[in-house]
């Protein structure tokens, strides 16, 4: 791809393991599980951070380990949602892309106009209505 910031693509998977064979790796009652998280600089294949944890870390206390790049955008999902995380991204001059959860409380302040043929839905300033994510990230986003 031809682009100008780096982009990378953040993600975790959960691999199940055998809990009688790795006892050490405790994620159920009856299953064991490491979480595998990488960090893909979508200018290549090789990963640009991993991050082997046991399985039961949340995906979102990986923003900690990361040390952000800035001007870089950083594609992640809903799991990593926690204002608190992105605001220290932005903070260090990071930028982030992640779908809202359903039960998000924001206001629309303003809709960017917007080429559906590329696939990209909306492109909007918000201002958060909760206390708590308001509290965290109190810059509109």
């Not at 952000?68 to 260090?92: K, V």
């Not at 001059?93 to 917007?114: C, E, H, I, W």
């Amino acid at each position: 791809m031809d682009l100008s910031n780096t982009v990378y693509a953040l993600d975790a998977i959960t691999i199940d393991l055998c809990l009688s064979m790795l006892p050490w790796a405790p994620f159920r009652s009856t299953t064991a599980a490491i979480k595998l998280h990488t960090l893909l600089d979508l200018r290549g294949a090789i990963p640009s951070f991993i991050h082997i944890s046991d399985g039961k870390l949340h995906d979102v206390n990986v923003l900690d380990l990361l040390v952000p790049e800035a001007g870089a955008f950083y594609l992640m999902d809903r799991a990593y949602l926690d204002f608190e995380h992105l605001h220290a991204l932005t903070q260090m001059g990071a930028f982030f892309v992640t779908r809202a959860k359903s039960n998000m409380d924001a206001q629309r302040l303003y809709s960017a106009p917007t080429d559906h043929s590329t696939g990209l839905v909306a492109e909007q300033t918000i201002a958060l209505n909760g206390f708590y994510p308001s509290q965290h990230y109190s810059q509109q986003t």
